[in-house]
């Protein structure tokens, strides 16, 4: 009895082990089929799975559609590009742990990603050391480049190796409640997640709000993965507040706003970009009818630009929501792509060997119209493209309300 | 502050019914084999995956009403088939084995079945949608009483009655109460122990799947991971209630779905203690509540005495 199912046990163990072989084999023979002359890697870091994945497949993919894009039309002659995508799921120490191997992958000459903030703070460090630049296509988080006291004027920008193409919180919380007060709101009650990039973009929310005029009826937080809100509900309710702010991802947002609002209570959920997500109004449900959020850069579905962008990645039915962050991965790849071509033209057709501090070099001198806007940044990383976009949920899709940059 | 009491005391009441339904399955598997089923929690997962598939597979439009008692049976099919198979092919062999390898086989399970969800269930990494009740909130005095809430209302106690004259009454009940006091007289006494301790995990399963549809009809989603932090509340619960204790189980339950609620709720409210409160702290106050009861009554609420047999 013992002894056979010891055999099954072993017979089952041999065919996976043989299964996982021939799946690597396969692997890094089609890898060196493909390549005529150099491979170069675009490394992606991203939730691709659990939390945040919806947004985090968006930018796999966004990255994948302009390699694509830069192998069919020869961009760089003589290389061939491919993406390597990791995934954090959301978690600091994850992404280190990727950003360490991408650092150790020789082929990697630049990474796109990651998604959250509080993932780029722990991954920042280690591009640095090595020199491979990053850019974000969605930290907003004003931090990450200038500094921890940006908020008092001393903005130190820490990291020369990262970039990001999405606006920062600064901005992005001022002009929500810029809008919330515009629209008449008097009493907002402020939720976050308590991580880097909710807590950041509440508390700036929250300040700006207050200075527009408006009173704050109450804080709260919440963890990640947290589902029932009842609690938290009923005292959102019985303090009176006409809306609510959410600083954090749509995960939890769309179960707060769905429990909110069937718990009687129809006062509308404001998030950032973090929330803006075609998922948080399939999980969230009518509930969400009504709710803001505000989100980096122009409306992609309606960029003239990122209208072939968007019809690859529908006939391509790649996973994910390429609303959010789509356009600014795709500009963000291409940005490494460029500074590459580049790089590649100067040394006589081939990749030197210190290609990736030259690298670096090209992305802050990148300058170019990208599909979701002009790509270019200043002396902090920063993205020159200040736009910003409230949308609303009408209808059960989000709509956009109002674009604009802000202005004090 | 306090007018919002009513419903704090609902909140909780609500969400410490699932808790017990789901701790009935620690209980009655650790009362017959001493073995902490934690698996349990995926078991509790797939009921609601189960659940799920039989409404994907029912023409599109189906009044919920109409769906939920397939839905039901379906999650519950589910639920027991994965239960019984982890009891046949995990633990039954592992029932001599020294104490700690079927607890390390059931992190091992619970892992794998983790992972089978999120990786052969069709668009599972990410939360699946939960269909809802579209009707509702009721106002009750002070209450407000969702859909979802409606039917943990209704399911939750009809279980609790149901096995409580399950174990009572029923041969098999007896046979149960028999194999839990002394496992080796009760097989002299010709009651057919493989079967009572399957019937069990059965039982256990069942519930969790009913816990598991509560869930997904009160949050609009099931997720593979749902039943790590479910199972692990659970567990408190059980060991809350006095583990091996079925009545305890779901006084544990009621006692942890409050306790979370109200400290949540109140805390802040407490001079010098506004740091604490909030809905961040809510799986705090669980566990600081299961550390008291260990400190100052190690058998739980409604103890049974266990030290004696372990």
Same mark, same amino acid.
């Given at each position: 009895?013992?002894?056979?199912?010891?055999?099954?046990?072993?017979?089952?163990?041999?065919?996976?082990?043989?299964?996982?072989?021939?799946?690597?084999?396969?692997?890094?023979?089609?890898?060196?089929?493909?390549?005529?002359?150099?491979?170069?890697?675009?490394?992606?870091?991203?939730?691709?799975?659990?939390?945040?994945?919806?947004?985090?497949?968006?930018?796999?993919?966004?990255?994948?559609?302009?390699?694509?894009?830069?192998?069919?039309?020869?961009?760089?002659?003589?290389?061939?590009?491919?993406?390597?995508?990791?995934?954090?799921?959301?978690?600091?120490?994850?992404?280190?742990?990727?950003?360490?191997?991408?650092?150790?992958?020789?082929?990697?000459?630049?990474?796109?990603?990651?998604?959250?903030?509080?993932?780029?703070?722990?991954?920042?460090?280690?591009?640095?050391?090595?020199?491979?630049?990053?850019?974000?296509?969605?930290?907003?988080?004003?931090?990450?480049?200038?500094?921890?006291?940006?908020?008092?004027?001393?903005?130190?920008?820490?990291?020369?190796? !990262?970039?990001?193409?999405?606006?920062?919180?600064?901005?992005?919380?001022?002009?929500?409640?810029?809008?919330?007060?515009?629209?008449?709101?008097?009493?907002?009650?402020?939720?976050?997640?308590?991580?880097? !990039?909710?807590?950041?973009?509440?508390?700036?929310?929250?300040?700006?709000?207050?200075?527009?005029?408006?009173?704050?009826?109450?804080?709260?937080?919440?963890?990640?993965?947290?589902?029932?809100?009842?609690?938290?509900?009923?005292?959102?309710?019985?303090?009176?507040?006409?809306?609510?702010?959410?600083?954090?991802?749509?995960?939890?947002?769309?179960?707060?706003?769905?429990?909110?609002?069937?718990?009687?209570?129809?006062?509308?959920?404001?998030?950032?970009?973090?929330?803006?997500?075609?998922?948080?109004?399939?999980?969230?449900?009518?509930?969400?009818?009504?709710?803001?959020?505000?989100?980096?850069?122009?409306?992609?579905?309606?960029?003239?630009?990122?209208?072939?962008?968007?019809?690859?990645?529908?006939?391509?039915?790649?996973?994910?929501?390429?609303?959010? !962050?789509?356009?600014?991965?795709?500009?963000?790849?291409?940005?490494?792509?460029?500074?590459?071509g580049n790089v590649v033209a100067a040394n006589g057709g081939k990749v030197p060997s210190d290609a990736r501090a030259k690298v670096v070099d090209g992305v802050q001198k990148?300058?170019?119209?990208?599909?979701?806007?002009?790509?270019?940044?200043?002396?902090?990383?920063?993205?020159?493209?200040?736009?910003?976009?409230?949308?609303?949920?009408?209808?059960?899709?989000?709509?956009?309300?109002?674009?604009?940059?802000?202005?004090? | 502050?306090?007018?919002?009491?009513?419903? =704090?005391?609902?909140?909780?009441?609500?969400?410490?019914?699932?808790?017990?339904?789901?701790?009935?399955?620690?209980?009655?598997?650790?009362?017959?084999? =001493?073995?902490?089923?934690?698996?349990?929690?995926?078991?509790?997962?797939?009921?609601?995956?189960?659940?799920?598939?039989?409404?994907?597979?029912?023409?599109?439009?189906?009044?919920?009403?109409?769906?939920?008692?397939?839905?039901?049976?379906?999650?519950?099919?589910?639920?027991?088939?994965?239960?019984?198979?982890?009891?046949?092919?995990?633990?039954?062999?592992?029932?001599?084995?020294?104490?700690?390898?079927?607890?390390?086989?059931?992190?091992?399970?619970? %892992?794998? %079945?983790?992972?089978?969800?999120?990786?052969?269930?069709?668009?599972?990494?990410?939360?699946?949608?939960?269909?809802?009740?579209?009707?509702?909130?009721?106002h009750l005095g002070g209450v407000d009483i969702q859909s979802g809430d409606l039917f943990t209302l209704i399911a939750a106690p009809i279980c609790m009655v149901v096995l409580?004259?399950?174990?009572?009454?029923?041969?098999?009940?007896?046979?149960?109460?028999?194999?839990?006091?002394?496992?080796?007289?009760?097989?002299?006494?010709?009651?057919?122990?493989?079967?009572?301790?399957?019937?069990?995990?059965?039982?256990?399963?069942?519930?969790?799947?009913?816990?598991?549809?509560?869930?997904?009809?009160?949050?609009?989603?099931?997720?593979?991971?749902?039943?790590?932090?479910?199972?692990?509340?659970?567990?408190?619960?059980?060991?809350?209630?006095?583990?091996?204790?079925?009545?305890?189980?779901?006084?544990?339950?009621?006692?942890?779905?409050?306790?979370?609620?109200?400290?949540?709720?109140?805390?802040?409210?407490?001079?010098?203690? =506004?740091?604490?409160?909030? =809905?961040?702290?809510?799986?705090?106050?669980?566990?600081? %509540?299961?550390?008291?009861?260990?400190?100052?009554?190690?058998?739980?609420?409604?103890?049974?005495?266990?030290?004696?047999?372990?």
């Open positions: 009895m013992r002894h056979r199912s010891l055999l099954v046990l072993s017979i089952a163990l041999t065919g996976a082990l043989t299964v996982t072989a021939c799946g690597s084999r396969g692997g890094s023979k089609s890898g060196g089929d493909s390549a005529s002359g150099t491979t170069v890697t675009i490394g992606v870091d991203a939730p691709l799975s659990g939390q945040n994945s919806a947004t985090g497949l968006g930018i796999q993919y966004g990255v994948q559609i302009a390699v694509d894009d830069a192998n069919k039309n020869k961009t760089v002659p003589g290389v061939t590009f491919k993406v390597k995508a990791l995934d954090d799921q959301a978690q600091p120490a994850t992404g280190q742990q990727n950003a360490t191997s991408l650092v150790a992958d020789s082929s990697v000459l630049g990474v796109v990603g990651p998604l959250n903030s509080g993932v780029a703070q722990s991954m920042q460090q280690v591009f640095e050391t090595a020199n491979l630049v990053e850019i974000s296509p969605s930290n907003t988080n004003p931090a990450l480049t200038q500094g921890p006291n940006w908020a008092s004027g001393t903005k130190v920008r820490g990291y020369k190796t !990262y970039f990001r193409t999405a606006t920062t919180d600064a901005l992005q919380g001022a002009y929500a409640a810029q809008y919330a007060s515009g629209s008449g709101k008097k009493n907002a009650f402020v939720v976050d997640d308590k991580q880097t !990039y909710g807590a950041g973009l509440a508390g700036i929310f929250k300040d700006a709000f207050a200075k527009d005029g408006g009173a704050i009826a109450g804080t709260d937080h919440v963890s990640t993965g947290d589902k029932d809100f009842s609690t938290l509900v009923t005292k959102i309710k019985s303090s009176g507040a006409d809306m609510l702010y959410y600083g954090g991802q749509y995960d939890e947002a769309s179960l707060l706003s769905k429990q909110l609002k069937a718990a009687g209570d129809n006062i509308p959920l404001m998030g950032g970009d973090g929330i803006f997500s075609a998922t948080y109004i399939s999980v969230g449900g009518t509930g969400t009818e009504g709710d803001l959020a505000t989100s980096v850069g122009s409306p992609v579905d309606g960029l003239a630009t990122a209208q072939d962008f968007i019809s690859k990645y529908k006939a391509a039915k790649y996973p994910g929501d390429y609303g959010t !962050y789509g356009g600014y991965s795709y500009d963000a790849a291409t940005a490494i792509i460029k500074a590459i990148a300058d170019f119209d990208g599909i979701a806007g002009h790509v270019s940044f200043d002396q902090f990383g920063d993205t020159n493209n200040k736009q910003l976009t409230v949308y609303q949920v009408t209808g059960g899709k989000w709509v956009s309300v109002k674009t604009g940059a802000y202005t004090g | 502050m306090l007018h919002t009491l009513p419903q =704090q005391l609902a909140n909780g009441l609500f969400l410490g019914s699932t808790y017990g339904l789901i701790a009935i399955g620690y209980t009655m598997v650790y009362g017959i084999v =001493q073995l902490i089923n934690f698996a349990h929690g995926e078991i509790f997962m797939t009921g609601g995956f189960g659940a799920l598939t039989v409404y994907l597979v029912l023409p599109h439009g189906t009044s919920l009403w109409l769906a939920l008692p397939l839905m039901l049976i379906g999650g519950a099919a589910t639920s027991v088939l994965i239960a019984l198979g982890a009891e046949r092919f995990a633990y039954r062999p592992l029932r001599t084995a020294p104490r700690l390898a079927p607890l390390i086989a059931a992190i091992g399970l619970s %892992l794998a %079945l983790q992972q089978a969800v999120h990786n052969l269930y069709p668009k599972a990494t990410s939360p699946r949608v939960f269909p809802q009740i579209p009707s509702g909130p009721w409580a004259l399950f174990v009572r009454k029923s041969r098999t009940g007896r046979a149960m109460q028999a194999t839990a006091q002394d496992p080796d007289t009760a097989q002299l006494m010709g009651i057919d122990t493989n079967r009572i301790i399957a019937t069990a995990f059965a039982i256990g399963a069942v519930f969790a799947a009913v816990a598991a549809i509560c869930y997904g009809l009160r949050y609009g989603q099931v997720s593979y991971d749902m039943g790590f932090e479910a199972g692990l509340k659970a567990f408190t619960a059980a060991v809350l209630g006095g583990i091996g204790n079925i009545y305890g189980a779901m006084l544990g339950g009621l006692v942890l779905g409050l306790a979370e609620a109200l400290a949540t709720a109140y805390m802040a409210d407490i001079p010098g203690m =506004q740091q604490l409160g909030g =809905q961040a702290w809510s799986p705090v106050w669980a566990f600081v %509540l299961l550390i008291l009861v260990l400190l100052l009554r190690p058998q739980g609420l409604l103890g049974e005495r266990v030290a004696d047999r372990a």
